[in-house]
């Protein structure tokens, strides 16, 4: 029988080579790796790097020290299935991206905003501090209006708003100015009148101004929007999870048969009695 300072030793040496060194050898093993099979380019889809499984594969070589063909292809079924398990990661945070891509988020945000919001949707620039000299002005164009309106009615005229509203007509007449026209005729243009235009500028200012009281409503709604589909809806999510535990029977079977391979493996090399132990002991 195999004494037991033999059987350690055995065991010991058995252990003891963590794989090939050398930059050849690394190059053999992985030779011998795609022969078998699994490493081949339909592994690989066109935006991942078989540099980067090559080296996963390798680092998974120098724990498992496979000696033979079998153990080499338990080795490359496990990290087939980690891999695979990277992947879904990826693709998980690729849904995640896409289902929350601002057109969505901004959906869901106007609904919640229907019964704040008379006129325009909030979209990004509504996500960002409102200048104050845009309050002020939206508050002075108001003001400007209730006041002329208010005296001229729908009659309003140049000199009433040269007079009685500076500020919306200095507006007026940049508009114009930036078609190259007198303001007259840029009226005539647009095929509107004085008091038309007005109004419109006066719905404007009122616009900004229910915006920027809204401004912190948009952000907790579109934090709480942004949140809510960080959260992949069941169907996606049960297929991820489903294709996830199937992942993770693969690695663990693979992993269980490598071991139960190797401690077969472990147990033969003890039960080996060398053919001098007779000849030494006479």
Do not use: C
């Not at 050898?25 to 090559?54: C, M, W, Y």
């Not at 995640?96 to 620039?125: A, E, G, H, W």
């Not at 007026?172 to 009226?187: I, T, Y």
């Amino acid at each position: 029988m195999t004494s037991t300072k033999q059987i350690s030793a055995n065991r010991h040496n058995s252990r003891k080579s963590t794989g090939p060194k050398s930059v050849g050898g690394k190059a053999v093993a992985s030779r011998n790796a795609t022969r078998h099979g699994i490493l081949s380019s339909s592994l690989f889809l066109p935006d991942e790097d078989p540099a980067t499984f090559q080296q996963l594969f390798e680092e998974l070589a120098k724990t498992f020290n496979p000696v033979d063909t079998l153990e080499m292809v338990l080795v490359e079924k496990i990290a087939v299935a980690i891999w695979k398990q990277r992947r879904i990661v990826a693709a998980e945070t690729a849904a995640i991206t896409l289902n929350r891509q601002d057109p969505k988020l901004f959906k869901s945000v106007n609904n919640s905003l229907d019964k704040y919001m008379p006129y325009d949707k909030v979209t990004t620039d509504d996500l960002t501090p409102l200048e104050p000299v845009y309050v002020t002005w939206s508050e002075t164009i108001i003001k400007e209006w209730n006041k002329l309106v208010q005296e001229d009615g729908q009659e309003i005229t140049v000199k009433e708003m040269k007079k009685k509203a500076p500020q919306s007509w200095q507006n007026l007449q940049v508009e114009a100015a930036q078609v190259g026209m007198p303001v007259n005729e840029f009226l005539n243009s647009q095929g509107i009148k004085l008091y038309d235009w007005f109004l419109q500028t006066k719905q404007l200012a009122e616009t900004v101004l229910v915006k920027a009281h809204l401004r912190a409503k948009v952000s907790e709604l579109y934090n709480a929007a942004n949140a809510e589909m960080s959260i992949l809806p069941d169907k996606p999510r049960a297929s991820f999870e489903r294709y996830q535990t199937t992942l993770d029977n693969q690695l663990y079977r693979a992993i269980k048969e490598l071991r139960l391979l190797q401690d077969r493996r472990l147990r033969m090399i003890e039960m080996v009695v060398p053919a001098n132990v007779g000849e030494t002991s006479s």
